[in-house]
């Protein structure tokens, strides 16, 4: 069974730091795409950041030079490490992984960015 599980997401003030960490079972996580999604309130779901298997990456232009994403695949784990948060971070990320055909999201966790 496929499970994506994130953690580190809460409240935050405006210019911290937060680091969302997913762990992944199930799958065989050195051959998958990795990427973090959120989705705010009254939005569609966005892709925030995504690295592949090799760790080449991409980010979305609202957070590229603030948001890192990495993997660790003797962990079977992606991070995304937040910095310079903004009170339009707000959402609930979610998790990804994609081995198409397949395509595999977690439950996500929230983060709240106050001003």
């Known amino acids: 069974q496929v499970q994506l599980v994130e953690s580190g997401g809460g409240l935050v003030q405006a210019g911290g730091s937060l680091r969302l960490s997913c762990a992944a079972s199930?799958?065989?996580?050195?051959?998958?795409?990795m990427g973090w999604y959120r989705q705010a309130p009254g939005r569609q779901r966005e892709l925030v950041a995504a690295?592949?298997?090799?760790?080449?990456?991409n980010y979305a232009d609202s957070v590229k030079d603030r948001f890192t994403i990495s993997r660790d695949n003797a962990k079977n784990t992606v991070y995304l490490q937040m910095n310079s948060l903004k009170p339009e971070d707000t959402a609930v990320y979610y998790c990804?992984?994609?081995?198409?055909?397949?395509?595999?999201w977690g439950r996500g966790t929230r983060v709240t960015v106050s001003s």
């Open positions: 990804n992984g994609r081995r198409l055909p397949l395509d595999y």
């Open positions: 199930g799958i065989i996580f050195s051959f998958t795409v």
């Open positions: 690295i592949s298997s090799g760790g080449d990456t």
